[in-house]
């Protein structure tokens, strides 16, 4: 059973970082101009043969030359008979620097016709031989200097425009964005409210004498709508709004942050009252000094500025900066100090209501079949973050508009989730043993969540593989749980093993396809063990062990504080669980072999079945869970 996470990336549209990238056009037309010009002096595509000069005097006292040509120190000779100036009796030598007194008198002796050229090239030739070289140089020069700038973002200025600050300016009718299409958030909004209204009416708190904000710092997992809130928060105030992404400050060259910064805080000040929206401002507000993510220096100055900026604000500007992080824990603490971002919003992944609030907002604007209930996904995509569900519904109208429907329907939504649950769909099984043993496995995951009384409906299975995983076995939370009961947890093992029990059962032996299932069923086991104090050996004890981050799912070390002895203890305790379970896994399904079958033998035939499906192939055995 693969995990439910969501993988999508955010499509967040303000990510997109210029790519320096290095130009070969320039240097590639250079080197082909400079080998044909080389070919060009060579001259003719077959050189002709280079001989000594005694070599071409004797030719000439053997009559077997014609004509020579005299260019400086350079004979150039045609044999008897030499038509072409390819023809191979054409030959090459050279005078020796000494004057030879007696070549001269010998080559009329033989009736040797003699030409002399200039050694002089004509005078177009060297005067481009003499310009082409500055052409280039000026043509690269100005070049980079033209990619340099359009990645610094600066209209004009030449090589000066570094500093232009590169932030987006949205005047108040470009945004388009109100409070309405930001579904959720409800205690965020709360928040935000206040900041509109002194935008709307700045003077009326400044007779009051009331403490304005400053800096909002929004704080939460990506895509759980930051720059759709902040952008919201311009629209509701009507104020011109500047976007700009931390990581576009870092530039190479040191100073050019803090100048952007400078640049785009004084013309909000000019458009007061504004808002300045900074994303991912952790790339430049990371604990200071601590030699991580390199480019300290233009990190440092460039955060140095941005606080300078916000604890010079007068009383007259009435300009407020959000910023967004989903990296809270790295964050300067002195960004958080009384009249810089004091205020904290945090954004929460969605919960169910939230999620239906989205998926509507999102589905207003789209003709939408009667048959789908937007509840009912709303409770299936738990994990998902507002991005996520925007997708969500876009894969849908992307596949109805596939095949060219008029509403997009159930099965538009059916592939959509699946898609983003576990990728698209993979290569089809043509071996069936492999599609009789996935059958058997996914059956058994669900015949045994089916069978457990406080586990989740079973809302999918199928034996289509998509994504890394051969085939999956869907449960629905009815609702979004913040409370585990260890009753459920150790079903929740046991479903974990039910596929590989299954095979086992059915075909005597087991396989590879259950490697996921049981890494997932020993985290768990030991997480019971170790954080939750479900097990009696150990008792209620803590014993940290690697953390995954909260927001970004990577390990987090911690550090092992217990003894060797425990260390066993708790792998022997784990082990003792899965195993355990794994026994009372296989129990369950030889009692309810019958199942089994049916339910694989259905699998088999069908590939996938949703929850009414299942209910109807299973008819009267349904389990009443
Ligand atoms: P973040 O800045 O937190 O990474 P965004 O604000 O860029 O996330 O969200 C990306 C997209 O996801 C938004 O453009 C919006 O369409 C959708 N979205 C996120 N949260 C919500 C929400 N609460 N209501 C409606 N749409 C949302
Ligand atoms: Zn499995």
Redesign the pocket.
């Known amino acids: 059973m693969p995990e439910q996470q969501p993988n999508q990336p955010?499509?967040?549209?303000?990510k997109k970082l210029p790519h320096p990238v290095f130009d070969w056009r320039p240097l590639l037309f250079t080197a082909v101009l400079f080998i044909s010009y080389y070919m060009a002096t060579l001259g003719g595509a077959t050189a002709p043969e280079a001989i000594a000069y005694s070599a071409f005097k004797e030719m000439v006292s053997h009559g077997q030359v014609s004509s020579i040509t005299l260019k400086g120190k350079e004979i150039r000779g045609a044999k008897i008979g030499a038509t072409s100036q390819k023809d191979a009796r054409y030959f090459t030598s050279m005078l020796p620097d000494i004057d030879d007194p007696t070549l001269i008198p010998l080559l009329e002796q033989h009736h040797v016709e003699i030409v002399a050229k200039s050694t002089e090239s004509p005078l177009w030739l060297t005067m481009i031989i003499s310009i082409v070289p500055w052409i280039l140089i000026f043509a690269l020069f100005a070049y980079s200097n033209r990619a340099l700038q359009s990645r610094m973002g600066g209209n004009g200025g030449g090589m000066f425009g570094f500093s232009k600050s590169k932030a987006k300016l949205y005047e108040k009718m470009d945004i388009g964005i109100t409070f309405d299409?930001?579904?959720?958030?409800e205690s965020a909004k709360i928040d935000l409210r206040e900041v509109i209204e002194y935008l709307i009416q700045p003077e009326k708190f400044r007779k009051l004498g009331a403490s304005l904000p400053r800096g909002i710092l929004m704080m939460?997992p990506?895509?759980?709508?930051?720059?759709?809130?902040a952008k919201a928060t311009a629209a509701e105030a009507g104020v011109p709004f500047f976007s700009v992404s931390g990581s576009e400050f870092i530039e190479m060259f040191v100073g050019v942050g803090a100048s952007r910064v400078r640049d785009m805080f004084s013309e909000a000040r000019e458009k007061s009252p504004s808002l300045i929206f900074i994303?991912e401002i952790d790339s430049v507000g990371r604990v200071r000094g601590t030699g991580m993510g390199g480019g300290n220096d233009e990190r440092e100055q460039t955060l140095n500025q941005i606080l300078a900026e916000m604890d010079g604000f007068s009383t007259d500007d009435a300009v407020v900066v959000l910023a967004?992080t989903n990296r809270p824990d790295v964050l300067d603490p002195a960004l958080m100090r009384p009249g810089r971002f004091d205020r904290k919003v945090t954004?929460e992944l969605?919960q169910k209501k939230?999620r239906l609030?989205?998926l509507g907002?999102?589905s207003r604007k789209k003709p939408i079949a009667n048959d789908v209930d937007l509840e009912h996904y709303a409770a299936r995509t738990i994990g998902y973050?507002?991005?996520d569900?925007?997708n969500f519904v876009n894969e849908a109208a992307l596949h109805a508009a596939r095949f060219n429907k008029q509403e997009i329907d159930h099965e538009d939504f059916e592939y959509a989730h699946d898609k983003i649950m576990l990728g698209s769909v993979g290569q089809e099984i043509i071996n069936n043993d492999d599609k009789k043993r996935i059958a058997y496995h996914e059956a058994g995951h669900a015949i045994t969540a089916l069978l457990s009384p406080n586990s989740d409906a079973v809302t999918k299975i199928t034996i289509v593989p998509r994504g890394r995983s051969l085939g999956m076995t869907e449960t629905l939370p009815s609702e979004d749980r913040v409370n585990y009961l260890q009753d459920f947890l150790e079903e929740r093992l046991r479903i974990l093993l039910g596929g590989r029990c299954a095979e086992k059962l059915a075909l005597g032996q087991v396989s590879t396809g259950a490697a996921d299932d049981l890494k997932q069923c020993t985290r768990l086991a030991r997480r019971m063990v170790t954080q939750w104090g479900m097990n009696e050996k150990l008792g209620p004890v803590n014993f940290p062990q690697h953390e995954e981050h909260p927001f970004l799912g990577m390990e987090m070390a911690q550090p092992k504080d217990f003894s060797d002895h425990t260390a066993r203890l708790i792998d022997e305790e784990v082990q003792q669980l899965v195993s355990r379970s794994e026994k009372e896994t296989s129990q369950l399904l030889s009692d309810n072999r019958t199942l089994l079958d049916i339910l694989a033998n259905a699998l088999l035939e069908q590939e996938t079945l949703e929850h009414d499906e299942i209910k109807k192939v299973l008819g009267d055995h349904y389990p009443m869970a």
Request: glycine share 16%; charged share 20%.
């Open positions: 955010s499509n967040d549209e303000q299409e930001v579904a959720g958030l939460g990506p895509g759980t709508g930051k720059t759709l809130l994303d967004a954004l969605p939230a609030k989205i907002v999102h973050s507002g991005a569900l925007e």
